[in-house]
């Protein structure tokens, strides 16, 4: 499988599994939510045409956790920056894991903003779904 056909299946199944997570088919335990830090931590969410298509889905989903799940998921966020930053070569990777998640946020939502047809940020669904989703991460810093 050619390197691009194997990045577009990773790209479906996330797609496809967000979709069937927002639309109740899938339905997530608090380990579960794993998912969203381990989308996160993917380098193919950052490329521009994927970023796009998964941060709607995903950014929906993290919305639409029961505060139980959502807690669950900040908490698992923390720790899994927390086991990196343990020594000074593993606080480079925490930085970096820490500078991606925001940066596909920013990413995702700079481009909703200079795409938006709205006039007011609040008028745009996308993203003020963004924003709440983000807000949602940056508890966990």
């Known amino acids: 499988m050619a390197p691009f056909e194997a990045t577009r299946s990773v790209i479906s199944a996330l797609l496809a599994l967000m979709t069937e997570i ?3 088919v899938q339905i997530l335990t608090p380990q579960q939510t794993s998912i969203f ?3 996160l931590e993917n380098p193919l969410v950052m490329q521009p045409e ?3 298509l998964l941060m709607p889905l995903l950014c929906s989903n993290i919305i639409k956790l029961d505060d139980s799940m959502r807690i669950y998921l900040v908490h ?3 720790d899994s920056l ?3 930053s343990d020594s000074r070569e593993e606080l480079l ?3 970096y894991l820490f500078q991606q998640m925001i940066g596909i946020f920013q990413q995702f939502i700079t481009i909703q ?3 938006s047809e709205y006039s007011q940020i609040n008028d745009d669904p996308v993203l003020v779904v963004a924003i709440q989703a983000f807000e949602v991460i940056c508890e966990a810093i």
Do not use: Q
Request: glycine residues 4%; contains cysteine; aromatic residues 4%.
């Open 22 to 24: 927002r639309d109740g």
């Open 37 to 39: 830090l381990i989308i």
């Open 50 to 52: 994927y970023v796009c």
């Open 76 to 78: 698992l966020i923390c």
């Open 82 to 84: 927390k086991k990196l």
């Open 93 to 95: 990777s925490a930085s």
């Open 113 to 115: 903003l200079l795409s």
